[in-house]
Structures are given as structure tokens and as C-alpha cells.
């Protein structure tokens, strides 16, 4: 699709004999985009329904951060989840399933879009309040430090979120106790039909982060390369115990807010002119210059539709849950029930 | 009389009430660009007619939402804050409680806070446990709160007007399902005063106390059982606070039989303050226990089958009443 | 059995529960130092004997108490969170109930969300408006929560070792004014199951549901009747949600006459639920209409006549119930 | 009292002949500190009840802000609202009536000391939820915006509550807006029992108003002449037009948080030594270096005792009010009542 691409930078120090790694970076974010427009599609042929935020364009971001986490490590998402479940290892059969609300779904479909998890990957859960992942993740983070495990807690929020005070309470928190955390803006520009930068006063989330000493990087999200750089960097400073870390990471939601948005708000040409920036086909050249062949890489993102395409075939397959469920998970429903 | 959309209805009642006062103004996040990403069309054209001063698109900061409504309205204008939903008003429960609900008393009457918080309600299919709450109960609980719960395009207009007018705090609780839904909307100001029901449908065997998209789905039921030989009396609150005790204990006299159906939860619903006090008050005229039906303590799910389990749909109203008339 | 404070009941909750497990802990405001302001030793010499780690003093954030507790309780640990008040944990619903309350549930139950958050009630002399509120009622609302509400330092140990054992949020409200209030307390390992009511006075001739501080008013106010011949059952529900219905419907089959005596707002409150509940289900047995007797609908006043005028007592109540019996 | 004292600097500027009216602010805040203990006398002797919080030490904030404010100009206050509202121009006795709860109090005894209020002068209220005056005066800046009005807004917040979210919210949304806003940050170093630095991250208050593009200063706020010169420039530049602006003064809360707090969580001689650096015998030092007669300045200071006691008198003479004012100033509250 892209005709003229941005270029990504070189990757630095030690990554960079790493185009394997990249590769399977890669393939993940072709996994991502896949995913993300068979989403939309569900919610177009009505087997999803609800709202469906759809993070294309944003894949470098979700996969260069999650990349640099363990198994062990845990995320909290927002409503924009698909993309960070993915990057952390959730099964995309499981999710499709969730979001056609049907039996094997990540959480019996109980949950859909909106609430995609998958606690076995240490993916928190896709959240419908923002900020809230903010605070929870704050307090995975000090369950973290209170057991003294060795693992770490990763929060995404988008641009807009970082106007709403549970975010600068958490950013305090974090600091005040030194926690494992590391905090990861998606700056996409919008806050659903919003231009964001209108409604946000000042330098921008980092500078925020740094009026709570918190050490804020900004880049490129659209960069694989940089975002994999700066991630790497700042959960090793966690790691090292160096207390919470801020990533402050440009991109773009080259869809609309929702699967029923018709981008009224765009000006002519932009989601067009921006797409010339999207992070696959950046990364897919950059591989291309540094020896994958062609084929591999055509063969990545053909194997990505396959495996969506499996995934939704399966979700179609799969049954509709006992509508007894609606009454399980739960500590105690009241009565009477209907029905 | 005109039909249109209850979104419309609702944007002209704010339209009108901004031109005929100039200190009403209406802030919330993606006001004025809302066309773009959601159907509703509640705020179209306002700012390019009020411009972005009385029209203002916020920060994604509910507190400030609330708190700056409430300290915009004792400092003399009329301000209508838009949540967008009774989820997100969570968020800003402090500001609608602990400020707007009390200042008038608690600073002995010196200020009133004449503001609209608009937090909308309600079911939609597929948005699950936290988009679907519907917690007026809440509010109705809470000294100094007027609680606004529309059924109809002219009722929401009508409302809507009243609210802007009233001079305390006023929660405007629209349901998400209706915004689309059409109806005639009487022309001219048109405005409905607050805690009046209204009768949607007469009937003699029993009455149905209900508020919001309830009650259209109530009038939905009892136009079912009419078929049975069941004529139920319907009566839209449209305010559930205050409750138009009137309206409701003349229906229940007549009737000797009340089923109250309620799209919230019913454990701790508003249905439970309506039946506590006509079983309290009315004891003696009830041919029947006062009959509540709600949805189950339970979030809502996503999956479709277990949706239908947790929501209350016109069926199952005409279900209970069905068992209360002895026929079910 | 020892003779002990409320506060220092919980107190001693805490402790044998952080000693028996080692992922329970503690955040709120003032924790560490709250000896040096207020008159509660409910956290007295914890963070000496525990470590800063798990006795955590935090930045006034209420937003962060209640959603840390909540992250904190998912990624394995017992959170116990001090809101301090109810009025303060308005500033935190959202957390609590979009977060805290529906985690399990929207997730299909592949998280627990084992925490408890305290949120203090009730009135106190001359705290007013901001800071006398009573509101369980909301939290009875929310599918996923488990209010507890207890009246003797006996109840403040053993159910808020139950609340730290159970593996759903709980919402631990203890009255203000109970806490320097002395109670013999079993010694040992003391778990009050939660959900069980008990029976503070037994009587034939009427039976008050009360809860928290109210029950001991209620057990003041029949202690009273029966001088004049009026003898009353008291129940203390101890756990608002959920509520023994067994114990509740027991002692109203027997006695045929309830009245429901709450602290907080009548309109709305608890009592509505309860009212709804036994007016549906026991209609038959009853011998008089349930009554309620709950605060107006107004804000706390500060000064003493016009608090008087709106808070419960047990005069207010004993005038209540001789009403109830034709005895006014 | 004070026996060694901190020196104040020299008035700045088109201030320095300002000996008079120094001397009218440093009546005010004799008349603060005045009230202040009797205020906590009526808590011991049972006239007044619930919490009280004194502002002993901190009057020079109060004043020297509010000194710069017009009668039209508005503030919004907190818990510790007595010395604001004093500033502001309430009457003492008609606040004196309202913490004994009588007829003729501000609030006709409803509010207290915790909600004291005075509309008439521009004080809409003390308030018991910390950080609620932020949104609340952000939004009282913004009617003014809308009608056009000449006049600014003040908020009173404390040290401790600039770690709540609302907090930061305020700031964004009145830089965003453009608003006329003054916050003063009051930082007495205390947040009930806790030292607020150990949970407080970065550089403190003032750092954080600047991340959102605010211009923030920080004074020494025992003393007057600072505060007078800093917010006067502040209001000047907001009455310009040049939007919202902080100012940050360090103080240093002389009494118990409330009434009967004990101060046990403070150092031994912490207290006694800071007495050193008290604000009223700072400012009368300076008066009585720049002209003004020891008579006078001792004849002020009998005066506010004398003007504070009559003031309790007329507080214990008012009548107490009509039990059935409990249902007025409400909207619907509902039935039945009893008593
Ligand atoms: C507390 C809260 N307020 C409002 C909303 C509605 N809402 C959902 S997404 C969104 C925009 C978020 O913008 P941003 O944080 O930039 O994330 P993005 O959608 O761009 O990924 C809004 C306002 C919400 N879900 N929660
Ligand atoms: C939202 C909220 N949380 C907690 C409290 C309890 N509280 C009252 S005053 C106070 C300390 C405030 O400290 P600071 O802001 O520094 O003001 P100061 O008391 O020092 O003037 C606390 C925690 C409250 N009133 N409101
Ligand atoms: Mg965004
Ligand atoms: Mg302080």
C-alpha cells in the first residue's frame, strides 16, 4: 500500500546485528495489522458489536515495548488493546473468539473488544475508563515490590488520557515508591474526534512525566528500530532498579476511533499523507536493505492473514456460550433472576 | 408538532434555551466535533452558532467537567456538562455529591448551582460491563439532586429545557438506545415540567411504574397482554426525582396491583425506593405484593446470549405481570 | 474475651491477618502517623512491627489508593485500603465499581480481585455536610461488592478478618462513632462469617433490621419499649450485601410487624431494598405495612438543633415503633 | 512572643512607600490570628464542634494575597478557610456565629468552620474535599471568561493536595482556556500527620504548575512583603490578560492540623523553632523599622483582640437556630420527617 516510506534509523549498540529479531518483530506487527482489520470487518458483519478501537498504524509502538518484556512481566492496557495483547503473547484465535463473544473467547465473552486479557500472557486487560490502567498498574507494580519478585509492570495510555488526574496521581505514586514501572504513551495525535495538542496545555506528556523526576524519553512510534531502542533501555534501567521510566512515543491512528467513525474530523488528504509513515512498511524496507529476502518477508505477512483468517473461521465455528454463564463470576447476583 | 429524532429534540431544547439566555453554556470532551466518531447528533451546529466560548470541547478530565460546571454556576452562568455516560460519571461522583448537591444548604442559601449534568444511561448491544450502567439510583439517593430520566423525543426536549432552568443541580439521564429513536415533538418552547408523570397508556388491571426507555418497553408489554384481556395502566416518571407520588398512588388505587420494571440493577434500584413506599403507604388497597423487576446483580456481559440473560426486555415484563395476574 | 475498643479491634484484625499471611498490606493516608491526628488506633504500631512496605502511608490521590488496591489485589496481594470516609471515597467510585467491582466478571474469571476498602460512615458531631454520609446504599447497587457494616468491636474483628480472606472486594464501613466504643472481643482466631446476621434482643411483637451503629440505637430503642410493654426483636444484619434473608424473614414470619431504622438518607438508602423485599415476599404475613425510618432527604447541618433535626436516634425510633403497635 | 525573628525584605518597586498600607494588612492578619485562637478556644470550651483548622502562622498568605484582590474577585478556599475568608473581608463576628452554629452566621450555622463562606465579599467557600476548589474555581474563571467580566479568581490549595488528580486537571483546563486564575499553593510542609515531601515527587508544586506552561513563583510566605510583591504582579499580569498563574509560598503551620491533634509526629523543638519565623512579629518588626510608632502597632494588635473577643461575645449571645431551618435552603428533601 505505502508508495513513499519514511525511513527507520539504524538500530544502536548492541541490537545492531539483529535483523532476525526484527524479523520476528515484524511478523507480529503484520499479526497485529491483520487482527486489527478483521476487528473492523467482525463489527462490519455484525459477529462483533460494541465499540471496536482499532490500532492500526500503531503496531511499532505494542510490539517494540513488549518486545523487551518477559512472560513474567504484566501490562495494562486501555481501550486500545488489541494490538498490546498480541505483543504479549495472546492467542489470536482466543481473542477473535472474544470479540464474536463465543465459547474459548480470552474471557468466555464475557468481556469483547473493549476488554480483551489474557492473564496466562500477563496481559492485564484492555480497559473502557482511562487512566484507570494508570493506577492499577501502579499497584501491580508495588504488589511487584511488596513480594520482591523480579519482574516488571508496563502501563499504555493514549495522548489524550494524560489530561485526566488519575494519570499525574500515578506518575507521583510511582516515583514516591520506586516502583517497576514503565509508562508507555501512544501519542497518536486524537482524542477520539479531538486534536489533542488543543486541549493539552504545555511541553507534553514527558515534560509532565519529568515534573515527577521520572525519566522521559520521546520517539519516533513509528519507528520499530526506535521504539525496540528506547523500550530496551528504559525496562533495563527498571530493572536495575531504577525506579519508574516514561516513554513518550509519536504516532498515528491512521483509522478511525472506532469502527463506526467516518474521520468527519480529518482535513482532506491528512490520514493519506500520514500513511506514507505507517511502521510496517518502514520496518519491511529496513529488513529488505538488511539481507531478508523478499520472500520471507511477503511470506510473513502472507502467513499473518492466514493465521487471521484461521482465527476467524474458528471464531464463526465456535459456539455460542450457555447463557447460564451470564450468572458465573460473580460473588453473589441477587434474586430473582428472569429467563 | 414535528417528528424527529430524540437527539435533535435535545439539541434544539439546548439550542433554544442558549439563545434565550446568555449565560448558558455547555462544555464536554468532543463536543464540538462529536459528529464525527458517535451517531448522536446532540451538539451539531451549536458551536459554529455559539461559538467555541459558550460551546467548549474539554480535556478528557471528568472532575474538572464537574467541578468547573459546578463553580461556573454559583458564579453566575448556567453551564450543561455533558459525561457522556453515567460509567464515566463515576469519575466525577465527588464533584456531583460533595459540591453541587450541597452547596446551597450547606452555605445556608447565600448560592445556588443552576447546572445541567447530562450522564447518559442504558443498555446498547455489544458494550458491556463498563458502558451500560444505568445508576440513578445513585443520584435519587443523594440530598439536593434532581434526577431527570426521559422517555420520548418531546419529553427529552421539554425536560431538558426545564433542567436548564431549574436553579439546583440537575442530573439529565438520557438513554443511549433512544437517541435515534424518532417522535412528534410539539413546536414552539416547549417545556415539561419537572416530577410530572405521565399516563402512557390507561389501563384498569394493573399498573406499571417506569422511567426512561422502560417505559416505552413497558407500553411495548402492556399492548402484549392487552391481547391476553390484561389492561394495564402505564405511567412514565419521566423524573425519578422528585417522583410524582400523586400520579402513581391515584393508578395504584385503581388498580390494586403495581409491577415495577427497571432496566438498572434491581438490588438497590430506584424500583426499590417506588415499592417500599407504595407497599408502606398503600398496605390496604394491594390486591397483590408490589412486584419489582430488575436485572440480576450481575455487570453486563458482551456475548450476546448472556446479554439477553442480564438485560430486561418487554417480554419479560409481560411475563411478570402475567404471574401477578395469576396467569402465567 | 477481652473488653477492647472498636478501633483496637480492628487493629488487631489487621495484625493477626498481615502475621498469618504475608501478602496482606495496608495503604491509606496518614496510616503511619494517624496516632498523631486523630483519636482511631486502628493502625497503631503496624508499621513498626510490618515495615513501611506493607503499612504504606500514601500521597493524598484517592484515585490511586483505590485503583493501586485494585492492581495490587489482581497481581497477587491483599490489599487493605483506608478512604478514610465514605465521603472521600466518592472521589474513588469509579475504581471501585468500574474497576474493582467487574474485574472478575469482565474477565471472564481469570482474575480475583481480593481487597478491602474502608470507608468510614455516618454522623459525628458538628462534621457536617461533607463528612457525615452514609452511603451503602451504592455500593449495595454494584454487582461484584460485598458490603460489610458492623456494630461491635467483636463484628470489627471478625469480619474484617473475613473481609481480608474473601476473594471479591469488600467495602468495609465502620461508623465513626463506633470507634472508640468498648466490646468484649473473643480472643483467638475470631471470623465472623459474612452475610450472617445476629440477634441482638429477641421479641414477639416487632422486628427491627438495623445495621452498623443503628443497631445498637435499635437495641437501646427496644430496650426502652419494653418498659412500656413492647417487645421487640433487633437484628443486626452486621453485612449489608450479602443480606440473611433467612434470619430477617424468620423473625418477621414470627413477629408481623418490621420496622427498618437507617442512618443514612431514607429516600434510596438500604432500607428501600430491604422494605422492596419483605413487602413482596412476605406480604401475607404481615401484620401492619413495613415501615422505614431514615434520614430527610437535606445535607447534614452543622449547627447542634439542626442536626438534631435530621440525624435518626433511638427516640426517633422508639416513637416509631409505638406508632407501629397503636401505642403513639 | 517571638523572641528571635526572621527578618523581611525590603518592600520592591512602586510598594516601598507603602508603610500604611502594610500596616493595614498586618491589622488583618492580627485579626486572622486572633480568630484563629478563638476559634480553637470554642472547640475546647464546647462552643464549636467537628474539625477546625487553624491557619496560625500562615496569615501572611491569606493577606498578602487577597490585599491584591478586589471585592468583586473571587476565591475559592479550603478546610483551612478562616484566614482567607478574614482576608477577603468577612465579618468575624457574623464567622464567629457560624462556628458556635447560631443565627447570624455566615452560613445561618449550616456550613461551620470547615464550610465557612461569605458571598457578599467573593468568598465561595471553605471546603472539607481537598482539591475541589481547583475545578470550582477554574470553573468561576471561565463564567467570567464567558460573560466578559473584569475580575479574577483565587484558589487556596495546600501543599498535600497537589498530589490529587483533580489538582493537575485544574491546571491544564486553565491554561488550555486562558483563564483568570490565580493558585496559591500554601505549603506549610505538613499534609494532616505526614511530612508532605516524603510523598511528594520532583521538584515540588511549583515544577509542576510549569509543566503545564504556567508561570509559577515561590516565596517565602511568612513573609508578607513577598507575597504582597509576588501576587501583586501575578494579578497584575491576569487582570493583563496573560492567563493563569501560580504562586508558591512556603510556610509553616504553627498549630495542630485540627483542634486536637497533639503534634506527636513532629520532631521535639521543631515547633518552637519555627515560632521564630511567624509571620505577624516579622511584618511589626519591619513597621516599627519603617516609621510606625510601637503604640501603634501594639494598639493593633489590641484591637483585633478586642474586635475578636466581642465577636465571641455576640457568637454566645446569638440564639441558636429554629430546628426547622434543617429544611430549608433544599430543594425536595423528601418524606416523612419526623421530630
Ligand atoms: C474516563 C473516560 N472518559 C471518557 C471516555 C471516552 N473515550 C474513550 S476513548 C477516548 C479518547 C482517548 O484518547 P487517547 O487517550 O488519546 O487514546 P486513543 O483513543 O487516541 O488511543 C474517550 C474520550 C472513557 N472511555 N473514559
Ligand atoms: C479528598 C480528601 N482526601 C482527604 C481528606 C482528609 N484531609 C483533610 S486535610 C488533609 C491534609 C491536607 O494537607 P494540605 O493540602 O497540605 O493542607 P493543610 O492541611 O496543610 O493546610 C487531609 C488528608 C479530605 N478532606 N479530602
Ligand atoms: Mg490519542
Ligand atoms: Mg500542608
Chains 1, 4 share one sequence.
Request: aromatic share 6%.
Amino acid at each position: 500500500m505505502a508508495t513513499k516510506k519514511a525511513k527507520s534509523a539504524a538500530p544502536a549498540g548492541d541490537r545492531a546485528n539483529a535483523p532476525q529479531r526484527i524479523l520476528g518483530m515484524f511478523k507480529t506487527m503484520c499479526l497485529i495489522r491483520e487482527f486489527e482489520e478483521a476487528a473492523h470487518q467482525s463489527y462490519v458483519d455484525g459477529f462483533s458489536a460494541g465499540s471496536i478501537h482499532q490500532s492500526i498504524g500503531q503496531e511499532a509502538v505494542a510490539v517494540g515495548v513488549c518486545t523487551n518484556m518477559r512472560p513474567t512481566d504484566m501490562i495494562h492496557s486501555n481501550h486500545r488493546g488489541h494490538g498490546h495483547a498480541i505483543a504479549k503473547g495472546a492467542d489470536v484465535t482466543a481473542m477473535m473468539k472474544e470479540l464474536f463473544g463465543r465459547v474459548g473467547g480470552t474471557s468466555g465473552g464475557k468481556g469483547g473488544s473493549m476488554h480483551i486479557a489474557d492473564f496466562s500472557v500477563g496481559m492485564l486487560g484492555a480497559n473502557g475508563i482511562l487512566a484507570d490502567g494508570v493506577t492499577m498498574g501502579v499497584g501491580a507494580a508495588q504488589a511487584v515490590s511488596i513480594k520482591g519478585e523480579d519482574r516488571i509492570v508496563g502501563v499504555f495510555v493514549g495522548d489524550g488520557t494524560t489530561n485526566r488526574g488519575p494519570f499525574y496521581e500515578g506518575l507521583n505514586w510511582a516515583k514516591v515508591y520506586h516502583l517497576p514501572l514503565l509508562i508507555i504513551c501512544e501519542d497518536n495525535g486524537y482524542a477520539s474526534s479531538t486534536v489533542t495538542k488543543v486541549i493539552t496545555a504545555g511541553g507534553g506528556p514527558a515534560v509532565r512525566a519529568r515534573a515527577f523526576d521520572i525519566p522521559a524519553v520521546t520517539v519516533d512510534g513509528n519507528d520499530l528500530l526506535a521504539v525496540d531502542q528506547a523500550a530496551g533501555e528504559l525496562i533495563a534501567k527498571i530493572r536495575n532498579g531504577e525506579g519508574p521510566q516514561f516513554l513518550h512515543a509519536l504516532t498515528y491512528r491512521n483509522k478511525g476511533h472506532i469502527s463506526r467513525d467516518q474521520l468527519k474530523y480529518r482535513a482532506p488528504g491528512e490520514t493519506e499523507e500520514k500513511w506514507k509513515t505507517e511502521p510496517i512498511g518502514r520496518i519491511e524496507s529496513w529488513l529488505a536493505e538488511n539481507g531478508i529476502p523478499a520472500a520471507e518477508l511477503s511470506g510473513a505477512r502472507a502467513e499473518a492473514k492466514a493465521r487471521i483468517a484461521a482465527a476467524w473461521e474458528a471464531a464463526k465455528a465456535a459456539p455460542h456460550p450457555d447463557p447460564k454463564n451470564a450468572f458465573t463470576d460473580i460473588q453473589d447476583n441477587g434474586a430473582p433472576h428472569h429467563g | 408538532m414535528a417528528e424527529m429524532m430524540f437527539s435533535d429534540a435535545v439539541r434544539d431544547a439546548l439550542a433554544e434555551e442558549m439563545r434565550r439566555d446568555r449565560t448558558v453554556w455547555c462544555l464536554g470532551e468532543d463536543l464540538t466535533t462529536a459528529g464525527g466518531s458517535t451517531s448522536a447528533s446532540q451538539y451539531d451546529g451549536l458551536v459554529e452558532e455559539f461559538g467555541a466560548k459558550r460551546v467548549v470541547n474539554t480535556p478528557i478530565s471528568e472532575n474538572t467537567i464537574m467541578g468547573a460546571a459546578v463553580g461556573a454556576a454559583v458564579a453566575g452562568t448556567r453551564p450543561v456538562a455533558d459525561l457522556r455516560s453515567c460509567d464515566f460519571g463515576m469519575c466525577a461522583a465527588d464533584e456531583l455529591v460533595n459540591q453541587a448537591a450541597k452547596i446551597r444548604y450547606m452555605f445556608g442559601g447565600q448560592a445556588r448551582v443552576p447546572l445541567v449534568v447530562r450522564q447518559a444511561i442504558g443498555v446498547r448491544r455489544g458494550l458491556a460491563a463498563q458502558h451500560c450502567q444505568s445508576n440513578e439510583a445513585w443520584w435519587v439517593h443523594v440530598p439536593g439532586l434532581v434526577v431527570i430520566t426521559p422517555a420520548t423525543a418531546a419529553d427529552g426536549k421539554g425536560l431538558l429545557k426545564a433542567a436548564i432552568r431549574c436553579d439546583d443541580p440537575v442530573v439529565f439521564m438520557e438513554h443511549k438506545e433512544l437517541w435515534g429513536a424518532k417522535g412528534e415533538v410539539p413546536s414552539g418552547d416547549h417545556v415539561v415540567p419537572i416530577g410530572k408523570a405521565s399516563v402512557l397508556r390507561k389501563g384498569k388491571d394493573l399498573t406499571m411504574v417506569a422511567w426512561s426507555k422502560m417505559a416505552l418497553d413497558a407500553k411495548a408489554a402492556a399492548d402484549e397482554l392487552a391481547k391476553s384481556g390484561i389492561d394495564v395502566e402505564v405511567i412514565d416518571l419521566r423524573t425519578v426525582w422528585p417522583w410524582d407520588k400523586e400520579a402513581v398512588f391515584a393508578s395504584v388505587r385503581k388498580t390494586g396491583r403495581v409491577l415495577i420494571p427497571q432496566e438498572a440493577v434491581q438490588t438497590g434500584g430506584f424500583g426499590a425506593e417506588l415499592a417500599a413506599t407504595i407497599a408502606e403507604e398503600l398496605h390496604d388497597v394491594l390486591k397483590a405484593p408490589v412486584k419489582r423487576l430488575g436485572a440480576p446483580r450481575t455487570p453486563m456481559p458482551y456475548a450476546k446470549p448472556l446479554e439477553d440473560m442480564v438485560r430486561i426486555t418487554p417480554a419479560h415484563v409481560a411475563a411478570a405481570a402475567k404471574a401477578m395476574m395469576g396467569k402465567a
